[in-house]
């Protein structure tokens, strides 16, 4: 039979291949046709998520530059039974990987979309880190390689398996069997061999030959990438373990136990968390299964979180090597939704009093009130912090009576843990009746009073002098003999005994501390030197280098990202520190909600000296060190108090104050040793001992294994005019 085809009939037939065509393309991975328009969608990439919290249960590896479309499920297809929410995030924060794809995808299975989205990017030669954001769940991270359409390796590595051990007459492993895994590469050569056991367990990193113990039939996937990122086709390898001969005739004992927040009725709130366990004196524990209510029994691997609220059983049983199986046990508990929780913060209210004169400046001191009010869960304290310092407890209304222009912002928490916004008042206080502004020895408003380091707990109440009780103790005075310092501290304590400031109790509490603080001793004698204290002659004495810009202010205190964009710095250059205590306090004053990013140099080498490095900015970033100051809880990894490509501080070690508020810091390098306190509390140590940098040393660098210079000068960063950084009271000990 012959077929006649009618031009008609066959442009129809080509128009239906071609598009065939374009979907295999699109659903198969990059592929770049001769004269194919680039600009279109190339290549689909799918992440998929499930119960687990530790892991993607799919995620790829390689991808082709170009337009490509993400897919990220997280639904009860891919395997989300409990309604665990989880994120895909690429990361944009670390210049090791590329930033310029701002994904960050939020899905679970009661989302409007099914906990199915889909996107569209564009991928750029390089890798991106891809990760989860929701805490608890930082082990959900990969690294995504993608490379230019038609690079010189593309072939993935070849792989192999073998399986050893003593076999029976059946060709079953008699008590275990030794799976031994290769791979070889022609191209870039192997990178990394991984494998799993089962058709759903984990992908694990390949070192060492995989012993299975467990009786019944295994299955072990393997694969291989190579260094250009090309990953080899999934293969598996199925054996049986049997037990040896054995008389044991006795199950396992086994025992489940539920944890978790329960109410007054006994139900769990939330969520319940079932923990089985299982023992067997004679072959041991080959296997443990669980099942919910009537479910499948599947194979208990870590603790089961239950969410669904409702009455459930958890049924589990135990088999041995000898194949003998528990009888089945359950255990029975009921789940809640957890209460309406209150989400509306106190509202809070300020009133200022006290005798006024002609411009509105109140004469001598003037007196605050607080008040705080919550419908809710009722009010659970108030605070409010004065010209930037700490937050302290508000108790009853408070006099300010130093001279000048003030702030107070001021704020409440309510029982359910809600804390609102920081509203501020300001007022000056005017000298009235022949009263002179307080002359104190040292600025010192800090919470409590630290001696030297030594934290007393006592609170740094003002005194009748309008100075602090910090501010009395001149612990960064020069001292010539420690006895020296504590017969001055036990005068100002008796002082301050006799005016009811302290009590007893708090008088050898402080005595103690300075005691304990080592002031005077030798090796400490030296006081501390003002680089910055204020004025205009020590402002002047410090040099700007690169972009941004620092201003004077007329409070004493000097403030970053003023004037002008750019990456720049504020440096001493009168002298280089070896060994030193460096202390300041520094404030964030960022516009806005967000908070500024800044950081404070040491020992770097002089930076109009370095020929190889033209912008003198980066000198100080290159071949000295960052003590980062950040508490944004987004944006760079490195957050106040770490050291800057070398050692991680995240917000809950930086103990983060509210935004606005002054913060002590010091910064002690001691040989390769370095310390940072943040208001008295030690939050990062690191040995300088080497390690990788984001930026290499330099030929002629004397700790070219990252040990960097043993003295330099000191610097203070500015990122631009969006981070803005105030700082004040910077000076220094040398050891």
């Not at 067997?280 to 299964?289: H, K, R, W, Y």
């Not at 800057?644 to 103990?655: K, T």
Request: aromatic share 8%; proline share 6%.
């Amino acid at each position: 039979m012959t077929f006649h085809r009618s031009p008609n009939t066959l442009r129809l037939w080509t128009a239906l291949v071609a598009a065939l065509l374009t979907v295999v393309g699109l659903t198969s991975g990059a592929a770049y046709g001769r004269g194919e328009d680039r600009t279109t969608v190339q290549q689909v990439l799918t992440w998929t998520a499930g119960d687990p919290i530790d892991r993607y249960l799919s995620f790829p590896t390689t991808a082709v530059a170009g337009r490509t479309t993400i897919v990220f499920e997280n639904s009860r297809a891919s395997g989300n039974t409990s309604g665990m929410p989880h994120t895909l995030t690429f990361d944009v924060s670390d210049p090791e990987y590329n930033h310029d794809v701002p994904l960050n995808i939020l899905a679970n299975p009661t989302d409007d979309q099914g906990g199915r989205h889909t996107t569209e990017v564009t991928l750029t030669p390089g890798r991106y880190r891809f990760y989860c954001t929701i805490p608890g769940h930082g082990q959900m991270q990969g690294i995504l390689t993608v490379t230019e359409p038609g690079g010189e390796d593309t072939a993935p590595p070849e792989t192999a398996a073998k399986v050893e051990g003593e076999k029976n007459a059946d060709g079953a492993y008699v008590g275990h069997a030794n799976v031994t895994l290769s791979a070889t590469d022609a191209g870039s050569g192997v990178e990394r061999i991984e494998y799993a056991l089962g058709a759903a367990g984990p992908w694990q990193p390949y070192t060492a030959p995989v012993m299975v113990h467990q009786i019944g039939t295994h299955q072990l996937r393997y694969r291989a990438t190579d260094k250009a990122g090309n990953t080899a086709p999934e293969k598996a390898v199925a054996f049986t373990v049997v037990a040896p001969p054995s008389d044991d005739t006795t199950p396992p004992e086994t025992s489940a136990s539920v944890s978790g927040e329960k109410d007054e009725q006994g139900r769990y709130v939330g969520m319940a968390t079932v923990t089985v366990t299982a023992s067997d004196t004679g072959s041991g524990v080959n296997s443990l299964e669980f099942a919910l209510g009537s479910g499948a029994w599947q194979a208990y691997t870590a603790p089961v979180m239950v969410h669904q609220a409702g009455t459930h059983q958890l049924r589990y049983r135990a088999t041995d090597k000898a194949g003998n199986t528990a009888p089945e046990k359950a255990v029975a508990f009921t789940v809640v939704a957890p209460p309406t929780a209150d989400r509306t913060p106190p509202v809070t209210a300020a009133e200022v009093t006290g005798s006024v004169n002609s411009d509105g400046a109140y004469i001598t001191s003037a007196k605050v009130t607080l008040t705080a009010t919550d419908t809710g869960s009722g009010v659970e304290r108030t605070e409010y912090s004065l010209d930037g310092g700490p937050y302290l407890a508000y108790t009853a209304p408070f006099l300010v009576d130093r001279v000048g222009h003030h702030t107070v912002l001021h704020r409440a928490t309510d029982k359910a843990g809600n804390t609102s916004e920081a509203k501020r008042v300001t007022f000056t206080v005017a000298e009235g009746g022949g009263v002179p502004a307080p002359h104190c020895p040292e600025h010192d408003e800090r919470l409590t009073v630290i001696v030297g380091t030594v934290d007393s707990g006592v609170p740094n109440r003002m005194t009748r002098s309008r100075c602090t009780i910090g501010e009395l103790i001149e612990d960064e005075k020069d001292w010539s003999s420690h006895a020296l310092f504590l017969k001055h501290v036990d005068a100002v304590l008796d002082r301050l005994l006799a005016d009811g400031v302290v009590d007893a109790r708090e008088h050898r509490t402080v005595y103690r501390a300075a005691k304990q603080s080592g002031i005077g001793r030798p090796g400490q004698t030296t006081g501390y030197k003002n680089l910055f204290d204020g004025s205009a002659a020590s402002f002047a004495k410090w040099q700007h280098v690169g972009g941004g810009s620092f201003a004077l202010n007329a409070d004493g205190s000097m403030t970053s990202g003023t004037s002008r964009a750019g990456l720049g710095m504020l440096w001493f250059p009168q002298r280089a520190y070896g060994d030193f205590s460096l202390k300041l306090r520094w404030r964030d004053d960022a516009p806005g909600s967000g908070n500024a990013n800044s950081g404070v140099f040491v020992r770097f080498p002089y930076v109009h000296e370095n020929p190889e490095e033209p912008r003198p900015e980066w000198v100080a970033i290159k071949y000295g060190h960052e003590i980062q100051v950040l508490d944004r809880p987004d944006g760079d990894m490195y957050k106040s108090g770490s050291v800057y490509g070398f050692d991680r501080v995240g917000l809950g070690g930086a103990g983060v104050t509210p935004k606005g508020s002054w913060n002590d810091c010091e910064i002690r390098v001691e040989g390769q040793h370095y310390s940072v306190y943040r208001n008295g509390v030690l939050i990062n140590e690191f040995e300088n001992a080497g390690g990788q940098d984001f930026y290499p040393a330099r030929a002629d660098d004397p700790g070219t294994d990252g040990r960097r210079y043993a003295s330099g000068y000191i610097g203070l960063q500015v990122h631009g005019t969006a981070d803005v950084i105030s700082y004040r009271d910077i000076r220094i000990r040398e050891f």
